[in-house]
């Protein structure tokens, strides 16, 4: 509730004799944004008939909406308790024929002291077209897909799910030195892969291992990775789950959080310089938002009008840390409009939503040349990774909940059954050869030697300094020296 400064006589005598100004303003204009789809991907509702195109799907670079909300806080109340703030200025008085000529534009005056409140009792609203037991909102609209589509999404979520099952149990009897799933996330990993093209760039985090399968990433360059044998792209150099490939416009995962936010505008504005018709696309979690990189790009990204499409996966924990500790502003879509970037929130265990919001934004991004921010909301059902035990931090009957209750994969499965597209004889064949394919994958990768020993040194210099010769020569001697002593598989 605003809170009023007394307008008192003496308060107001002292504002007119001490010409005391000070000037608050929130700049809004209301701005009509629409989904822009392509004309061979037509709308439909989920109540049938004809196709209308929806109004404020996505919130437009400074819509009233964007405002935000403090969780479990009431200190500004309390801290304002002699000042006047208002959540809404549409009441506040603006003097027409003054104006402040500043290098940003023209901003108008106003004789009323006024604070932009720190949050709204409304939060921004999640877009879903299927509800959890997977029948369609009346009068949700989304994009139209088709049965081979709609299968290709499902068989892939459950080929990740089979994949990630059996990889984590690799790990678990030491034949893996780590592995980090995507459980309850595969919603997002698959639609989002599906909404996009070869063209489009991916910088991914490390829990989109879906994209690059869905990209055409086999599962034995997949196993080939997480051992680090010499048939792995990246030479055995890398941390398992940390996958990259040229051809299929998918770079190399690194570890350190939200490096790749800044880079994905960097490549966005590089598209943009060349005029090519795609847009780079990166991922990462809610904790990623507390990192400066992630503030430096949205705004390198909104000034420099780069086509990117940020997706941010926010399920709930990053790792031990929930959302309602990560951040005071209502979630992560909020900050876009801070930065004039269009948001979106998304429920991103919904296929249907989440396919037609990256569907969208990539459009936009495209056809206006501007970046796009998505908050696609779900859960994280596994341990953060290998090396996490959830259940110290969390309760399992909360974990149980959305594994059982809130499922991407389920959802998404009663939806194609309920069209005729899929049945149990369906799902059982399908489980059964995607388990071969990964058994088969993994002990064929298991076999493989390592990449040898020279490749430590290489790729980095031109010509290999006299330092690195050095070292070389020294780790080659003492792997001759006491050969017992380090693995066989290594050649020297």
């Known amino acids: 509730m605003a809170i009023l400064i007394s307008r008192s006589r003496n308060f107001n005598h002292f504002l007119l004799s001490t010409r005391f100004h000070f000037l608050s303003l929130l700049n809004q204009t209301s701005s009509e944004t629409f989904f822009r789809h392509a004309k061979t991907s037509p709308l439909t509702t989920a109540a049938g008939g004809g196709f209308t195109k929806p109004t404020a799907a996505f919130s437009g670079e400074s819509a009233a909406i964007f405002r935000a909300e403090r969780f479990q806080s009431n200190k500004g109340g309390e801290q304002l308790n002699t000042l006047y703030y208002e959540e809404d200025d549409h009441h506040q008085i603006i003097d027409e024929n003054q104006v402040m000529d500043f290098p940003g534009g023209q901003l108008p005056i106003t004789p009323q002291m006024k604070f932009i409140a720190e949050s709204s009792e409304k939060r921004l609203p999640c877009y879903r077209v299927l509800d959890d037991d ?62 996009l093209t070869i063209d489009d760039f991916i910088l991914p985090q490390y829990r989109e291992v879906g994209v690059i399968l869905w990209r055409g990433f086999s599962l034995k360059e997949i196993a080939n990775q997480l051992f680090g044998n010499k048939f792995d792209y990246g030479k055995g150099r890398q941390m398992p789950c940390h996958h990259g490939s040229n051809e299929l416009n998918h770079l190399t995962i690194s570890s350190p959080i939200a490096t790749q936010i800044p880079q994905a505008a960097g490549v966005a504005y590089s598209l943009k310089m060349d005029k090519k018709e795609a847009c780079a696309v990166t991922y990462f979690g809610d904790g990623s ?156 990768a298991e076999k493989v030697e390592k990449p040898p020993l020279t490749d430590l040194f290489t790729d980095v210099y031109d010509k290999v300094p006299l330092n690195l010769q050095e070292q070389h020569k020294f780790i080659r001697d003492a792997v001759k020296k006491s050969p017992k002593e380090y693995p066989s598989d290594v050649p020297i």
């Open 289 to 444: 938002t507390s990192e400066g990189d992630f503030h430096a790009a949205l705004n390198f990204a909104a000034v420099l009008d780069a086509p990117v499409v940020f997706i941010c996966r926010n399920n709930g924990w990053a790792i031990s840390t929930p959302v309602n500790e990560q951040f005071r502003s209502d979630g992560v879509a909020s900050k876009g409009q801070a930065y004039g970037i269009r948001s979106i929130r998304v429920d991103g265990n919904d296929v249907l939503a989440t396919y037609s919001a990256i569907r969208a934004a990539r459009e936009m991004a495209i056809k206006e040349q501007k970046p796009i921010l998505v908050e696609a909301m779900t859960y994280r059902v596994a341990h953060h990774s290998t090396s996490d035990d959830s259940t110290k931090y969390r309760p399992v009957e909360e974990i149980e909940h959305w594994k059982t209750e809130k499922s991407p994969i389920s959802r998404f499965r009663k939806w194609i059954q309920r069209n005729g597209w899929w049945n149990d004889e369906n799902e059982s064949e399908l489980r059964g050869d995607v388990r071969k394919q990964v058994l088969q994958a993994m002990q064929g």
């Open 134 to 195: 997977g029948y369609p909102i009346p009068g949700s609209i989304f994009e139209e897909v088709s049965k081979e589509l709609a299968v290709k999404m499902y068989s892939s979520m459950v080929a990740l799910q089979v994949m990630d099952t059996i990889f984590y149990e690799a790990q678990r009897q030491g034949r893996l030195s780590f592995y980090l799933t995507t459980a309850g996330e595969e919603g997002i990993n698959i639609a989002s892969a599906a909404a």
